[in-house]
């Protein structure tokens, strides 16, 4: 099967950096992406890796290693505004369907 | 240019009742997914459409659910006969390119779906 792990919750204070990991097991698939959900609100994307390496989209980077089945969220100078989920998916290779992880609950305190 | 649109915003019906949600993706989409959120939960597939076709409902419950996305109109995700347990918000993505594509998945605000 596939499956994404993250931590379940994440807390920092304005202004600081916060790393939110994302461990897989999955047999194939085109990138791997992020998505900010507000409570009650819709997922929107924001980052997408395709290859190895880092992508930087203003504060917000995103990771991909596939030797390590790994990657990650970085949001640097965090505000307020950033506490919300944030979900990493995976596109599958057999059809284009997302395949979300578990969720990270970020926290951001004054 | 408006992006992904789902109506109602808010449903609630009685166990045995039916729901009908509603999905029109973005201008020039012409693919659509449907993921379902249970509270507290991270969202789930259910199904992929394109114009008259049913590419993968490999997410979709064997009972009580369909979706159809037809030639002119929006998707409707439909419900039959719900319990409880289908109480969940209803998210519909859309994306443009063919399957294979790295195209992003924009999803619309949702149908929160409630049974009494």
């Known amino acids: 099967g596939q499956s994404l792990e993250q931590p379940s919750e994440v807390t920092a204070v304005e202004g600081a950096i916060v790393q939110i990991n994302c461990t897989y097991q999955?047999?194939?698939?085109?990138?791997l992406s992020w998505y900010q959900q507000h409570d009650g609100g819709a997922p929107t994307f924001l980052s997408y890796?395709?290859?190895?390496g880092l992508e930087e989209t203003g504060r917000f980077s995103s990771f991909l290693s596939r030797s390590d089945s790994y990657g990650y969220l970085l949001l640097q100078e965090l505000q307020m505004k950033d506490s919300a989920s944030y979900f990493c998916?995976?596109?599958?290779?057999?059809?284009?369907?997302?395949?979300f992880g578990t969720g990270t609950r970020l926290q951001v305190f004054p | 240019n408006a992006g992904v649109m789902q109506n109602p915003r808010h449903l609630v019906r009685r166990r045995g009742q039916e729901a009908r949600l509603r999905c029109s993706p973005m201008?020039?989409?012409?693919?659509v997914y449907w993921y379902r959120q249970l509270p507290e939960e991270g969202l789930k597939f259910m199904v992929y459409?394109?114009?008259?076709?049913?590419?993968?409902e490999s997410g979709m419950p064997k009972e009580r659910f369909s979706a159809e996305f037809p030639k002119e109109g929006p998707s409707i995700l439909r419900i039959q006969q719900v319990v409880r347990g289908d109480s969940a918000a209803y998210f519909c993505?859309?994306?443009?390119?063919?399957?294979?594509?790295?195209?992003?998945?924009?999803f619309g605000p949702g149908t929160r779906l409630t049974v009494l």
């Open positions: 993505a859309s994306s443009s390119t063919a399957q294979g594509g790295t195209d992003t998945q924009y």
């Open positions: 999955t047999s194939g698939f085109y990138g």
């Open positions: 890796n395709a290859l190895d």
């Open positions: 998916a995976v596109r599958s290779y057999n059809t284009d369907k997302l395949i």
């Open positions: 201008k020039g989409h012409s693919h």
């Open positions: 459409l394109q114009k008259e076709n049913i590419i993968d």
